[in-house]
């Protein structure tokens, strides 16, 4: 596609609810990144995907985030067992592979938990 | 362990004004730095990438500038516009790592 999609835009769930996060990156992207936005705060790394494996988990808040990625394609952010805190914007990026390579973010999923 | 710190926090501005946005990194050991936009409710766009061998970049009215050594970086906004108004973010990329590390971000006013 001809940039980064993310969905669904809006969730809303109650605190204990599973949800699921979606990004679909830029074609030919093989790195993927998934940040979090509190309100009025800083973007928080989460995880790091090249391909489908995740060499860097590191900012996972909890056992109960997780993300998987199929192939170079889409990649999935689980929350269980939803809190309160977790309330946010969570953002996904793609880029080429490569250090010098420019991120491309997606406009991002506004979750509420209720 | 890399800090990004962003300042001013607000800026509030006259059309037609030039205006320096500062972002500060404590480790110079890193590969790149990114300056990105955000609009309210919206994702992130990119602005520039500085290299870490480069010394700025310039798209049209934007000019950034990287000073690894001191740890600092600058973004140059020429003849400022209404359409400006966004916060912006600067990140860098750590050497090591892919991750990128982002700064709090400078909201910007500019006034018609």
């Known amino acids: 596609g001809a940039g980064v999609s993310q969905s669904p835009s809006n969730k809303v769930t109650e605190k204990g609810k599973d949800v699921e996060l979606r990004c679909d990156p830029i074609?030919?992207?093989?790195?993927l990144y998934w940040y979090r936005q509190r309100l009025g705060q800083g973007l928080e790394f989460l995880i790091y995907f090249q391909g489908n494996s995740a060499p860097d988990k590191s900012g996972l808040p909890s056992d109960r985030f997780s993300a998987e990625r199929t192939g170079e394609s889409v990649s999935t952010l689980t929350i269980q067992r939803t809190q309160q805190e977790d309330s946010a914007v969570y953002l996904c990026?793609?880029?080429?592979?490569?250090?010098?390579?420019?991120?491309?973010f997606g406009q991002g999923t506004r979750l509420t938990v209720v | 362990k890399q800090e990004v710190t962003q300042i001013p926090a607000a800026l509030s501005v006259p059309e037609g004004e030039n205006l320096v946005l500062n972002c500060s990194f404590t480790d110079s050991a890193i590969y790149n730095l990114q300056w990105f936009r955000q609009d309210p409710g919206k994702g992130l766009t990119s602005l520039l990438l500085?290299?870490?061998?480069?010394r700025e970049q310039t798209s049209g009215r934007l000019n950034a500038s990287l000073d690894k050594s001191s740890g600092r970086s600058t973004l140059y906004i020429a003849a400022s516009q209404p359409g400006d108004s966004a916060t912006y973010l600067c990140?860098?990329?750590?050497?090591?790592?892919?991750?990128?590390?982002f700064g709090t971000g400078t909201r910007l006013k500019v006034l018609a």
């Open positions: 990140a860098v990329r750590p050497a090591g790592t892919y991750k990128y590390i």
């Open positions: 500085i290299q870490s061998s480069q």
């Open positions: 990026a793609s880029t080429l592979y490569g250090r010098d390579t420019e991120a491309f």
């Open positions: 074609s030919g992207h093989t790195a």
